[in-house]
């Protein structure tokens, strides 16, 4: 059976993936490899309330699997309300099959 992943390695991985991803976009790497620290210092809910900072200030668009998760994160460290507060959601890049601010299809069959 495969342990449930901790709130540090959704957090971990998150930043990294991040980082990697908006590396050529010249977005804030250093800061989010500082969340990467605080993690590995057993800081997670600093670590957490870095990155959602870092991701809000920065305006840095988020994909579904990073959001993903965040939610999981924030269920975990009981940062949920907080995360909706924040609304991070908006940071979400559309998928690449419907158009920004466009509804999902539905067939008409």
Avoid: C, K, N
């Amino acid at each position: 059976m495969t342990a449930a992943p901790t709130p540090g390695a959704l957090i971990r991985s998150t930043a990294r993936t991040i980082a990697r991803r908006t590396a050529a976009r010249h977005q804030p790497i250093h800061a989010l490899g500082s969340v990467v620290a605080m993690v590995d210092a057993d800081e997670d809910e600093l670590a957490f309330d870095d990155l959602v900072r870092i991701l809000d200030h920065h305006r840095i668009p988020i994909l579904q699997p990073e959001y993903d998760q965040l939610v999981s994160a924030a269920t975990l460290l009981g940062e949920l309300e907080w995360l909706a507060e924040m609304d991070i959601d908006r940071l979400l890049e559309p998928r690449h099959d419907e158009e920004p601010g466009s509804a999902p299809e539905t067939s008409s069959r």
